[in-house]
Nanobody, 125 residues
Framework: QVQLVESGGGSVQAGGSLRLSCAASGYRDSNNCMGWFRQAPGKEREAVAA????????YFADSVKGRFTLSQDNAKNTLYLEMNSLKPEDTSMYYC??????????????????WGQGTQVTVSS
């Protein structure tokens, strides 16, 4: 059973930075997509960023392009979301997600089966 454990949320002022971490365990092999989603109160969940196995491709929502980046520590099976130039509209609960047998980052929105517990990000103006 795949488990995802997130950390790194918090409160920051607009223009600041935060880094979220998602440590994964239980994968059967390396053909996994991982990524981040967010959901604010009263809003639909949206995909923020995702990465395919081996980093062959990545997905970023238009709203975060140029501000958020993804990186991985394969030895630790950990995915990082570096969030820079944060805006109040980035305030949300952020969830790590993963899908096995996934080969395209754009497919994570459909294939995501495993979810973390969520970590809150609050950006004040």
């Amino acid at each position: 059973q795949v488990q995802l454990v997130e950390s790194g949320g918090g409160s920051v002022q607009a223009g600041g930075s935060l880094r979220l971490s998602c440590a994964a365990s239980g994968y059967r092999d390396s053909n996994n997509c991982m990524g981040w989603f967010r959901q604010a109160p009263g809003k639909e969940r949206e995909a923020v960023a995702a990465i395919a196995p081996g980093g062959v491709n990545t997905y970023f929502a238009d709203s975060v392009k140029g501000r958020f980046t993804l990186s991985q520590d394969n030895a630790k099976n950990t995915l990082y979301l570096e969030m820079n130039s944060l805006k109040p509209e980035d305030t949300s609960m952020y969830y790590c997600a993963a899908a096995e047998r996934c080969y395209d980052a754009f497919a994570l929105s459909v294939l995501a089966r495993y979810w973390g517990q969520g970590t809150q990000v609050t950006v004040s103006s």
